[in-house]
């Protein structure tokens, strides 16, 4: 399959503000802002080599045009803000880049509890009063926590597994978080833990959900030959993709055996010149645990219904989560469930810090080369990229 941006565009910036359940004072532009220049300074660049701005249209969020406005990004030559899941800002930044719609953009993604997926935001009048447009889902309708569970079901069924094996994701996120500094929960967490957890749709409890948060996290994206003038240690895709099927809604999705996933696989690997030999950091998305299951299987890790006993088969007793083959972690930052529902930015951001060795010393990978992200869940937000350390 045709793949002309393989490698050609990289990621030389980074900026976080961490996650936390609460920031205080601070509004989703503060946030953003923070995050964005940290990636510049991160990136040793100036406002002035930005034209391009790509924001995730995450509800409440900052708008391209806020933000040039705010840090003063003039002579913007590209703009947008795709779909929430943060690689479709990363393949939208990545086609403009390649096309020569723009040479550097500034990719940012922000955060905050709001009230209809939080208690706590919904009692608090100024998440109440800058909200004020979010559209509120009906309790009933399948978008997306009750489809998930539905599905979650009907895995159970169709394999005949336990729940045990939805617990083995969320106690390999919390264990990652514990070593992640950015992380929003860190608290150490048990399989009783899980199993006696509050259900919040069966068979689905509370560990089983990615966690709002408060935060931002934002890149720097430039062409590979400017990123080798720039830094030494620039991370470039190698593959990026989405995917789509005909069957897109929650309840209209026929089985398990084909959907988003499957899509992105198969481009993935047409357009990679590795596979799973090669990874070294694993990153799959987990805004539902069975949505982990989900990618450990249809990347090809294990056959279908057997990802709880891979999990098992490749556990770290000492670590406390899985390490694939002894050496390859799984969401070494926490993931969605455990350093926040970052919608992927986190699990990008994790890549390149891997790729990069700038992660903690105590959850990094040494002399990592390749990073395998599996992004977005089954219905229309599926998305994978490869990252190489150039």
């Known amino acids: 399959m045709r793949n002309p941006i393989r490698d050609e565009v990289a990621i030389v910036g980074l900026g976080s503000t961490g996650f936390s359940r609460d920031a205080g004072d601070k509004s989703c532009k503060a946030l953003a802002c923070e995050a964005s220049i940290a990636a510049i300074q991160d990136a040793g660049i100036s406002r002035e080599d930005i034209n391009g701005i790509v924001a995730s249209n995450e509800p409440g969020g900052v708008s391209p045009n806020q933000m040039a406005a705010t840090l003063g990004i003039s002579d913007v030559t590209h703009f947008s803000s795709p779909t929430a899941v943060a690689l479709f800002s990363l393949v939208d930044a990545v086609n403009a880049i390649f096309s020569g719609s723009c040479d550097t953009i500034l990719m940012y993604f922000t955060y905050q509890r709001l009230p209809w997926n939080s208690r706590s935001a919904a009692s608090d009048p100024f998440r109440r009063y800058s909200n004020l447009g979010t559209v509120v889902p009906v309790p009933e309708t399948p978008n997306p926590s009750a489809a998930y569970t539905a599905w979650a079901s009907r895995y159970i069924h169709e394999y005949d597994i336990a729940r045990e094996d939805f617990g083995r994701v969320a106690l390999n996120m919390r264990a990652n978080a514990a070593r992640n500094p950015l992380a929003a929960m860190t608290k150490p967490l048990t399989m009783d833990d899980y199993l006696n957890a509050r259900m919040i749709r069966d068979p689905l409890c509370m560990l089983d959900m990615d966690i709002p948060v408060d935060g931002a996290d934002a890149f720097i994206l430039t062409t590979t030959e400017k990123a080798k003038k720039i830094t030494d240690n620039p991370v470039v895709i190698h593959a990026a993709t989405v995917g789509l099927v005909d069957k897109n809604d929650e309840d209209q999705l026929p089985d ?56 098992k088969d490749h556990w770290d007793d000492k670590r406390g989560s899985a390490m694939i083959n002894g050496r390859i972690p799984i969401n070494p930052h926490g993931g969605s469930l455990s350093e926040g529902a970052t919608r992927g930015s986190g699990h990008l951001r994790e890549a390149v810090e891997q790729l990069r060795g700038s992660a903690t010393e105590d959850r990094l990978v040494k002399d990592a080369k390749t990073a395998l992200i599996g992004c977005g869940g089954f219905f229309f937000n599926s998305q994978g990229a490869i990252l190489k350390r150039l």
């Open 256 to 311: 398990l055996s084909r959907h988003g996933q499957h899509v992105v696989v198969e481009t993935l690997k047409a357009k990679s010149d590795v596979w799973l030999d090669d990874v070294d950091v694993f990153l799959p998305y987990d805004g539902f645990s069975i949505i982990t299951l989900g990618w450990i299987e249809n990347l090809g890790w294990c056959k279908p219904g057997q990802a709880g006993t891979f999990l």
